[in-house]
């Protein structure tokens, strides 16, 4: 082969290791996603239960089902900022709920709100029921955020939330665990709209590994493409 020949069918190789490396990479975030999936629905299919008697560690908490009543505090919510449903921008609106048993306090995901700048809203509009009755899945608070997510200019909306500031905002205990509300937006007029369920698909990864591997399979065609070209070429120089 000449030179230039080898040369393309050794780049052409490495770019055909590289597509494969990149289809076996996304074989196991598939494996993972469904690994991930099977936990979730294990979890949700367990007995709802309150805040306090999650398990300590929060990354076994995360996602099992809650059911809690309380008192809103309307005055301590907060309002998150930058999100989106169905392609409209909104906010989430964050409430902290006072439990009637007593004991550390419990942020709510009361849902979502259409915002035209997905940062402010008629909060009053947004009222629902002072006491209330919480049926959805626990998720942890994320903790210290690198940059301050409170906005400078309105104390209610933050850009995510942050368990060192809200132990800064909020003049009593707070649960490390949030809940996001799951029961019916309609139960009330001022309800923003429920958020679902957490989305058990598989996502794109079996998709993207077909590509790459299709890509690597590709490459492979070309070297031997370019094998048999210079074979040929060989052959009728020879002759």
């Not at 909306?157 to 649960?175: F, G, H, M, Q």
């Not at 709209?193 to 890509?215: N, V």
Request: zero cysteines.
């Amino acid at each position: 082969m000449s030179r230039s020949a080898i040369i393309a069918a050794v780049i052409a190789l490495a770019m055909a290791t590289l597509f494969a490396r990149l289809g076996v990479w996304q074989v196991h975030r598939l494996q993972e996603r469904r690994a991930l999936n099977a936990e979730l629905v294990s979890r949700m299919s367990l007995p709802p239960t309150s805040v306090a008697d999650l398990p300590t560690d929060t990354a076994l908490a995360a996602y099992r089902l809650v059911e809690m009543s309380g008192r809103y505090d309307y005055d301590h919510q907060i309002i998150l900022t930058g999100r989106s449903r169905d392609g409209a921008p909104g906010v989430y609106i964050v409430t902290p709920l006072i439990p009637d048993s007593g004991g550390t306090a419990v942020l709510v995901n009361r849902g979502f709100v259409y915002s035209p700048d997905a940062a402010t809203i008629s909060i009053p509009t947004w009222y629902e029921p002072e006491h209330a009755t919480v049926a959805g899945y626990a998720r942890p608070i994320p903790v210290r955020e690198r940059s301050d997510p409170r906005s400078q200019t309105n104390p209610m909306a933050w850009r995510a939330l942050d368990s060192a500031r809200i132990a800064e905002t909020i003049p009593y205990a707070v649960a490390r665990m949030y809940v996001v509300d799951l029961a019916p937006g309609e139960r009330s007029e001022g309800a923003p709209a429920r958020l679902s369920a957490p989305s058990l698909d598989e996502g794109p990864h079996k998709s993207y590994a077909i590509q790459w591997f299709s890509f690597a399979a590709i490459a492979l065609y070309g070297v031997g493409y370019l094998v048999w070209l210079e074979t040929r070429r060989k052959r009728a120089v020879t002759v």
